[in-house]
């Protein structure tokens, strides 16, 4: 029974009794219609651009910190500081670094410029430079899960962070219609032809132009091309590449608009069963040379197993999945490998029956490595069912599990990465265990892909000796 008005509520009884509806209706404002959504957005927005700034120089641009003797010799270049003092001393070409002369600081370019150096004159048995064999492609690392919250954008940009840190030279791909990746790198993405709609409209247009000169050949009219697929085939996926704050990373951003790919995929889809929807995205990353000018390419993914997931897993050579070390979590992480394996068998049962009809060798999807991560793990109140997730995802998994600290908060706060924020903001101490959660993270995901790299120049070079 209600409350009555006047009649006071008891103290022990929770907060959920004797609520009055009067004076609950009183507290309501007028009812909701669209047009408040639209304000409600406006004010979003305007918040959103504000908070997203707090990590930016005051000119509206994002610049990347410096990196002090210290950071540099411990954790960029393998080598003393007395030592990297003395061939800057007898090298006044190099980069001489900014400050007093017993705390220089560098900028990731002139880090890059010194690693080189020290790879072509250092001492032969150090690891100056970050391993990539010549001849073989980019490794392509989709980070997915259709369960949001669990750290993937997180872990995503703070891959290629500590990529770039290593050596190699990064392009994220930006498929999460919400942008979040994009914010974190600075980028700016007016609308969706920014993106990568474009390369999946490009690649449907270039499927119907083939089908054109078949249908040519045999007498029938050609299917038309609306103003999306004419201008989308002016679009060289290139041009979508925008520099980032990073020297040595690249971004291809998203923005709301690109949730509209979700829709018009499977309208094209559906007037050309032929075209391979899967593959556009790996097709635009060869048409544009981006395998082979970038060392690694990293796929953000929206929260759901849509048709931009299923663009990036088919590209992918590895799949990270990031989980937290709850029961939703690993439930929810447990259907997405169920819905992979549901989707991906359906597409090969489906192209193999119309292969073998016309005694084509059939296809399969097959990734180099899957690794599940455990994120946000808190040890004191997680530890047992981590071990549990661990023995039934088995090798699937990663060893180390990805510690919150305090430190990956407040870099989150400011719209950044820990390899981002001035160790100075913090204790050394308190730096150099919140940065270990990534760079630990970082060595097996490079573990993987130089294993996966090996395994492949053995696999070419086993072939170059058959032939």
């Known amino acids: 029974?209600?409350?009555?008005?006047?009649?006071?509520?008891?103290?022990?009884?929770?907060?959920y009794f004797n609520i009055d509806p009067a004076e609950a209706a009183e507290k309501l404002s007028a009812p909701i219609d669209t047009a408040r959504f639209a304000k409600a957005a406006a004010f979003a927005m305007r918040g959103r651009d504000d908070l997203a700034r707090r990590g930016y120089a005051p000119d509206g641009t994002k610049r990347l910190r410096k990196f002090s003797t210290w950071e540099v010799c411990r954790y960029l270049i393998p080598v003393n500081a007395a030592h990297l003092r003395r061939v800057l001393r007898q090298n006044p070409d190099l980069p001489q670094g900014e400050g007093e002369s017993g705390s220089k600081w560098y900028t990731l370019g002139e880090v890059l410029r010194l690693r080189d150096h020290f790879a072509e004159e250092g001492a032969k048995d150090r690891e100056y430079r970050a391993w990539r064999p010549e001849g073989l492609p980019a490794k392509v690392v989709a980070v997915a899960n259709f369960k949001g919250g669990v750290g993937k954008t997180s872990t995503c940009a703070h891959l290629a962070m500590s990529a770039a840190l290593d050596g190699y030279k990064v392009l994220v791909i930006d498929l999460d219609s919400q942008g979040s990746m994009t914010s974190i790198m600075g980028g700016k993405v007016e609308d969706e032809w920014q993106t990568v709609f474009p390369m999946?409209?490009?690649?449907?247009?270039?499927?119907l132009q083939a089908e054109n000169d078949v249908r040519a050949a045999s007498g029938q009219s050609?299917?038309?091309f609306d103003e999306t697929l004419t201008a989308a085939l002016e679009v060289s996926p290139r041009n979508l590449v925008q520099k980032t704050h990073w020297p040595n990373i690249d971004l291809i951003g998203a923005q709301l608009n690109l949730y509209w790919a979700e829709f018009q995929v499977p309208v094209w889809r559906m007037q050309s069963l032929s075209w391979p929807l899967w593959d556009?995205?790996?097709?635009?990353?060869?048409?544009?040379?981006m395998l082979a000018e970038y060392d690694i390419?990293?796929?953000?993914?929206?929260?759901?197993?849509?048709?931009?997931?299923?663009?990036?897993?088919?590209a992918a050579d590895i799949l990270l999945v990031p989980l937290g070390a709850s029961f939703l979590e690993f439930d929810s992480t447990g259907r997405f490998f169920d819905m992979i394996y549901s989707t991906f068998a359906s597409i090969e049962d489906g192209e193999n029956r119309v292969r073998r009809a016309d005694g084509l060798p059939e296809m399969r999807f097959e990734w180099d490595a899957v690794r599940a991560l455990v994120t946000r793990f808190d040890a004191a109140q997680q530890t047992d069912l981590a071990n549990v997730i661990q023995a039934y995802f088995g090798d699937f998994m990663t060893t180390y599990r990805?510690?919150?600290?305090?430190?990956?908060?407040?870099?989150?706060?400011?719209?950044?990465?820990?390899?981002?924020?001035?160790?100075?903001?913090?204790?050394?101490?308190?730096?150099?265990?919140?940065?270990?959660?990534?760079?630990?993270?970082?060595?097996?995901?490079k573990e993987v892909i130089l294993g996966t790299w090996w395994r492949d120049q053995q696999m070419m070079a086993a072939e170059r000796e058959a032939v």
């Open 1 to 15: 029974m209600a409350h009555k008005p006047g009649t006071p509520p008891k103290a022990d009884l929770p907060p």
């Open 200 to 207: 999946l409209a490009r690649d449907y247009a270039l499927h």
């Open 222 to 224: 050609p299917y038309q």
């Open 280 to 289: 556009a995205l790996t097709h635009a990353l060869e048409d544009g040379g």
């Open 297 to 314: 390419i990293l796929l953000d993914t929206p929260p759901a197993l849509g048709y931009l997931t299923i663009n990036a897993l088919s």
């Open 402 to 445: 990805q510690e919150m600290t305090a430190m990956v908060g407040q870099a989150g706060e400011q719209v950044s990465g820990i390899y981002e924020t001035d160790y100075r903001d913090f204790n050394r101490d308190t730096y150099v265990r919140g940065r270990e959660t990534f760079d630990r993270t970082w060595a097996e995901v």
